[in-house]
């Protein structure tokens, strides 16, 4: 009788925990570069926006992307005009929150691109993505 052996560390990855992961490995290599987390996936009827920080007195929104692999364009690829767009319009909602407006705010929109293998993650940081 042939038994098949389910190990704990075999188990495929959900799409939710990778998002997890990789939305935690992001936050983390900010933090490194010194930039202040203020909020974790902000999320509004409009969209969500996954990192929030602070880089002086800018207020900068990050999109973590991840992708195994370079198919279909890899990671930055996955961000479309309408994303963007999203993103933009979800920001004017969390300022309106805290009391600013995006008019005399200093914001930015960066992209955190992380590629290959969930354990050995190849990590591009664009400031200023759009």
């Given at each position: 009788?042939?038994?098949?052996?389910?190990?704990?560390?075999?188990?495929?990855?959900?799409?939710?925990?990778?998002?997890?992961?990789?939305?935690?490995?992001?936050?983390?290599?900010?933090?490194?570069?010194?930039?202040?987390?203020?909020?974790?996936?902000?999320?509004?009827?409009?969209?969500?926006?996954?990192?929030?920080?602070?880089?002086?007195?800018?207020?900068?929104?990050?999109?973590?992307?991840?992708?195994?692999?370079?198919?279909?364009?890899?990671?930055?690829?996955?961000?479309?005009?309408?994303?963007?767009?999203?993103?933009?319009?979800?920001?004017?909602?969390?300022?309106?929150?805290?009391?600013?407006?995006?008019?005399?705010t200093s914001c930015r929109?960066?992209?955190?691109?992380?590629?290959?293998?969930?354990?050995?993650?190849?990590?591009?940081?664009?400031?200023?993505?759009?």
């Open positions: 009788m042939v038994r098949s052996l389910k190990l704990p560390w075999t188990k495929p990855v959900t799409t939710k925990k990778t998002g997890d992961i990789t939305e935690r490995y992001a936050g983390d290599f900010l933090v490194a570069q010194g930039l202040i987390i203020e909020e974790k996936n902000f999320t509004c009827r409009l969209g969500e926006i996954d990192i929030i920080v602070k880089d002086a007195d800018t207020y900068v929104f990050v999109e973590v992307k991840y992708r195994a692999s370079m198919s279909f364009g890899g990671a930055i690829s996955a961000i479309s005009t309408k994303k963007e767009q999203k993103i933009r319009k979800t920001a004017a909602i969390y300022l309106q929150q805290c009391g600013l407006n995006e008019y005399n929109f960066d992209v955190i691109a992380l590629q290959g293998n969930i354990n050995n993650l190849d990590i591009t940081w664009l400031k200023n993505a759009f």
